[in-house]
Antibody
């Protein structure tokens, strides 16, 4: 059974870079059948898609965050990562990683990691 | 960006009730829609993909329909474990966007 687990600092200072890692178990991130995504949810608010990274390293980012986001793969560790630079309090959120699958030419997010709360504060 | 609008924002229902949630896209998205259930403090879980396909392991009381701009999630007979917030999400074009959520509460 595929499982994903986010990890990283729970507190980041404003203007610094938020760095998170998603460790995948029960499957390989190198599979060309799937890509991998990041989604966030500010406390009490709605879900926001951050971006996806494909098995070959190709990425799609949300334009609202594109200038600050970098995603990468580490196939040797079966992990993928998210970096968000120049953070502000508005970036405080629970960050989720998820597998992106595709059926009938439609993509979906499943499963998700449990999420990790990142607070931006000095 | 494609805007996803869910209605209602909340619904009060009893166990055994039929519950319907709608999601409207600001432009046509074919069948590129998923429905997710989120319980407090937990990650969302996929219920329906491609507008009407039931994800493996999801009870058959959940169903989805629609295409183009208008979509529906139906719970045929609400169970205690179904009280949660439900989100639609379009995956037809980037950037992917979510609806604002519908909270299903106990009446």
């Amino acid at each position: 059974q595929l499982q994903l687990q986010e990890s990283g600092p729970g507190l980041v200072k404003p203007s610094e870079t938020l760095s998170l890692t998603c460790t995948v178990s029960g499957g390989s991130i190198s599979s060309n059948s799937y890509s991998w995504g990041w989604i966030r949810q500010p406390p009490g608010k709605d879900l926001e898609w951050i971006g996806n990274i494909f098995y070959n390293g190709r990425t799609h980012y949300n334009p609202s965050l594109k200038s600050r986001v970098t995603m990468s793969l580490d196939t040797s560790k079966n992990q993928f990562s998210l970096k968000l630079s120049f953070v502000t309090a508005a970036d405080t959120a629970v960050y989720y990683c998820a597998r992106v699958g595709e059926t009938l030419l439609v993509e979906w997010l499943d499963p998700w990691g449990q999420g990790t709360l990142v607070t931006i504060s000095s | 960006d494609i805007q996803m609008t869910q209605s209602p924002s909340s619904v009060s229902a009893s166990v055994g009730d039929r519950v319907t949630i709608t999601c409207r896209a600001s432009q046509r998205i074919s069948s590129g829609l998923g429905w997710y259930q989120q319980k407090p403090g937990k990650a969302p879980e996929l219920l329906i993909y491609a507008a009407s396909s039931l994800q493996s392991g999801v009870p058959s009381r959940f169903s989805g329909s629609g295409s183009g701009t208008d979509f529906t999630l139906t719970i045929s007979s609400l169970q205690p474990e179904d009280f949660a917030t439900y989100y639609c999400q379009q995956a037809n074009s980037f950037p992917w966007t979510f609806g604002q959520g519908t909270k299903v509460e106990i009446k």
